[in-house]
Every structure is written in structure tokens, then in C-alpha cells.
Nanobody, 126 residues
Framework: QVQLKESGGGLVQPGGSLTLSCVAS????????VGWFRQVSGKGREMVAC????????EYADSVKGRFTISRDDAKNTAYLQMNSLEPTDTAIYYC???????????????????WGQGTQVTVSA
């Protein structure tokens, strides 16, 4: 059974840091790019960051560039999102995701993502 499970969310003060983890089970994560997305209640889901299979190619939303870092450890079948200098506007449910099919270019990560975890809540508040 294909499964993605996020963890590491919580309550943090503005300026603080959190590291989210995404553990994959039922399939080899190293065959897929990984994306982190977030969603605020009443709004659409937006991509925060993604990472390719090869070449460590990363893409970031403008709102998080310089503050967030995506990484992966394929030996652990796990991806991460390191979030620094957190702001109240970063408050959202964060999801990790993978495409449901093999991608044509393993050095890219801007694809449609269809397999999702259940999400982890991040709240930035004083």
C-alpha cells in the first residue's frame, strides 16, 4: 500500500524553526520527485518546494525562498522540509506528495502530484 506520512508540525513562535519529515512506505521514494505543499482553510493548496530524483534540483515558492530547505534521504525513504524564520503567514497544514507515475525527467520536479500524505499542522503564533 502506497503511503506518505508527515510529522514534525506544531506550534512555534515567529522567527522560530521546524523540520517536517515525510516517510514513504509501500514504494521506493527514490523513483519519484517529492513536493511539499501547504493549505490554509478556505484556500487552495500551494506548492512550497519540490526536489528532483537526481541532481538535487530544488524549486521553491517565492514566499519561502531563503527560509525553507527541502531535502531527501532515499536510504531512509524520507523527505524533509527545514523551515526557518517562520512567519504567521506560514501557518497552514503541510502535505508531502509524489507524482503517481514515473516522471520523464528525473532532474526536474515541477510535475503534477497526485499521491498525498494526511498532512501536519504548522501554527506560527506568539
Amino acid at each position: 500500500q502506497v503511503q506518505l506520512k508527515e510529522s514534525g508540525g506544531g506550534l512555534v513562535q515567529p522567527g522560530g524553526s521546524l523540520t517536517l519529515s515525510c516517510v514513504a512506505s509501500g514504494f521506493p521514494l527514490d523513483e519519484y520527485p517529492v513536493g511539499w505543499f501547504r493549505q490554509v482553510s478556505g484556500k487552495g493548496r500551494e506548492m512550497v518546494a519540490c526536489i528532483s530524483i537526481t541532481d538535487n534540483k530544488q524549486e521553491y515558492a517565492d514566499s519561502v525562498k531563503g527560509r525553507f530547505t527541502i531535502s531527501r534521504d532515499d536510504a531512509k525513504n524520507t523527505a524533509y522540509l527545514q523551515m526557518n524564520s517562520l512567519e504567521p503567514t506560514d501557518t497552514a497544514i503541510y502535505y508531502c506528495a509524489t507524482p503517481s507515475t514515473i516522471v520523464p525527467d528525473p532532474s526536474a520536479c515541477l510535475y503534477d502530484y497526485h499521491d498525498w500524505g494526511q498532512g501536519t499542522q504548522v501554527t506560527v503564533s506568539a
